[in-house]
Nanobody
Framework: QVQLVESGGGLVQAGGSLRLSCAASGSIFNIKFMDWYRQAPGKQRELVAT???????NYADAVKGRFTISTNNAKNTVYLQMNSLRPEDTAVYYC????????WGQGTQVTVSS
């Protein structure tokens, strides 16, 4: 099992930056890849960015060039650096880890004001 705890959300003006963190504990050596998802009010949860155990990354078109996913050397924390934030980035952001099944964090609110 894996436990995930997100932090770093908050309120920021359009054009600003935030860095989200997700601390993983438990069976982290079995993690195949980790993701950041987000869910805006009234919308479905959507994939934002993925990083594999080997360090490969993938991004949703809406955030390419603005967001960067990374991990620390111990691979027990995943980050999402968000730059040039827009009001449409407002959502609850969830960290996810995939082993045999997917695990979710509790989410952190990001609000971007215009």
């Amino acid at each position: 099992q894996v436990q995930l705890v997100e932090s770093g959300g908050g309120l920021v003006q359009a054009g600003g930056s935030l860095r989200l963190s997700c601390a993983a504990s438990g069976s982290i050596f079995n993690i195949k890849f980790m993701d950041w998802y987000r869910q805006a009010p009234g919308k479905q949860r959507e994939l934002v960015a993925t990083i594999t155990n080997g360090g490969s990354t993938n991004y949703a078109d809406a955030v390419k060039g603005r967001f960067t996913i990374s991990t620390n050397n111990a691979k027990n924390t995943v980050y999402l650096q968000m730059n040039s934030l827009r009001p449409e980035d407002t959502a609850v952001y969830y960290c996810s880890a995939v082993l045999i099944r997917r695990y979710w964090g509790q989410g952190t609110q990001v609000t971007v004001s215009s």
